[in-house]
């Protein structure tokens, strides 16, 4: 199941580069182009849902299990003090890609996270450094 313009149903095809953290048959995780922190990853269901409402409840329970492996190789990869999980449902709710996603975000301490509209796009280069680091943990 695919949505025709999807950009993450684009990089589970394999039509659109990313850089790769995770895969089995039903989840993929892969590095944020324009991450709050390094090591921000994405860990989406392989199959279309917009939103988390569309997801049957095992391949939630599926997504779930990865991410925490991820979160854990998000905060020893980089070093995090912490891990910050959010997944946003809807416009209102700040879904901006209509593909389910949940960001893994390294945090920490006293640190404040910049606007979605400053943060910079990383070089693939750059992204696939990281996401070697990540992988090494998972």
Do not use: W
Request: hydrophobic content about 40%; overall charge neutral; proline content about 4%.
């Amino acid at each position: 199941m695919t949505a025709e313009g999807c950009i993450f149903c684009k990089i589970v095809s394999k039509e659109a580069p990313a850089s790769y953290v995770y895969e089995d048959d039903k989840v993929m995780a892969f590095m944020d182009t324009r991450p709050l922190n390094e090591g921000h990853t994405l860990v989406i269901p392989k199959g279309h849902y917009k939103t988390v409402y569309e997801v049957p409840e095992e391949e939630v329970a599926h997504l779930y299990k990865v991410v925490k492996r991820v979160a854990l190789a998000v905060k020893k990869g980089v070093e995090a003090e912490g891990v910050s999980i959010t997944q946003h449902n809807e416009r209102a709710a700040g879904q901006d890609v209509f593909h389910v996603h949940v960001h893994v975000i390294p945090r920490y301490e006293g640190q404040k996270l910049p606007r979605f509209e400053e943060l910079q796009e990383a070089s693939r280069a750059k992204l696939d450094e990281v996401a070697a680091k990540l992988r090494k943990h998972i």
